[in-house]
């Protein structure tokens, strides 16, 4: 199995950044596409952003500018700076990860964290 931890949600003011980091770990066999989605209370969750092993990169337009995904594949992390934070950026974020893991059956599945909270308020 492999599982996936976020970390760096909290709380910011409009204009500030934070830094979201998530860590895959457990029986991984490969990592290829991992992302962040995000749910805002009442609404559907939303690509923001995506990042695949070959470095192609995909933004929602109500991001691009203003945060940027990276990756490192060697410790299978990746990492969301958001800045210049705005209230409508209130929401769960969540982690993603297309893989396989070596335990129990080898097949590509996707990955979820659990979310971590991210809240723009003054």
């Known amino acids: 199995q492999v599982q996936l931890v976020e970390s760096g949600g909290g709380l910011v003011q409009p204009g500030g950044s934070l830094r979201l980091s998530c860590a895959a770990s457990?029986?991984?066999?490969?990592?290829?596409?991992m992302g962040w989605y995000r749910q805002a209370p009442g609404k559907q969750r939303e690509l923001v952003a995506a990042?695949?092993?070959?470095?192609?990169?995909n933004y929602a337009d109500s991001v691009k500018g203003r945060f940027t995904i990276s990756r490192d594949n060697a410790k299978n992390t990746v990492n969301l700076q958001m800045n210049s934070l705005k209230p409508e950026d209130t929401a769960v974020y969540y982690c993603?990860?297309?893989?396989?893991?070596?335990?129990?059956?080898?097949?590509?599945?996707?990955?979820w964290g659990q979310g971590t909270q991210v809240t723009v308020s003054s």
């Open positions: 990042l695949t092993s070959g470095g192609t990169t």
């Open positions: 457990g029986d991984i066999f490969s990592i290829n596409a």
């Open positions: 993603n990860a297309e893989g396989v893991a070596g335990y129990p059956d080898m097949l590509e599945r996707d990955y």
